[in-house]
Nanobody
Framework: QLQLVESGGGLVQPGGSLRLSCVAS????????IAWFRQAPGKEREGVSC????????NYADSVKGRFTISRDNAKNTVYLQMNSLKPEDTALYYC?????WGQGIQVTVSS
């Protein structure tokens, strides 16, 4: 059974940091591009960042450039999203996405 499980979310103050993890089971990530999406209340789901299967190609949404870093560890079958300098507008449910599979989402709340 293909499964993606996110972790690492929570409540953080503005300016703080979090690192999200997405662990895959039932398949290996080696040959897949991986993306992080997020969805804030009342808004559409939006792409945050993606990384190619080789890790050589990485893209970020303009809203997170310079603050977020995507990475992957194929040996651990895991993709990460390091989020620094968090802002209240980063508050959302964050999802990882591989192929046709989605994780269940992890809440990130940025508030003082």
């Amino acid at each position: 059974q293909l499964q993606l499980v996110e972790s690492g979310g929570g409540l953080v103050q503005p300016g703080g940091s979090l690192r999200l993890s997405c662990v895959a089971s039932g398949f290996t990530l080696d040959n897949y591009a991986i993306a992080w999406f997020r969805q804030a209340p009342g808004k559409e789901r939006e792409g945050v960042s993606c990384i190619s299967s080789s890790g050589d190609s990485i893209n970020y949404a303009d809203s997170v450039k310079g603050r977020f870093t995507i990475s992957r560890d194929n040996a651990k079958n895991t993709v990460y999203l390091q989020m620094n300098s968090l802002k209240p507008e980063d508050t959302a449910l964050y999802y990882c996405h591989v192929g046709s599979s989605w994780g269940q989402g992890i809440q990130v709340t940025v508030s003082s």
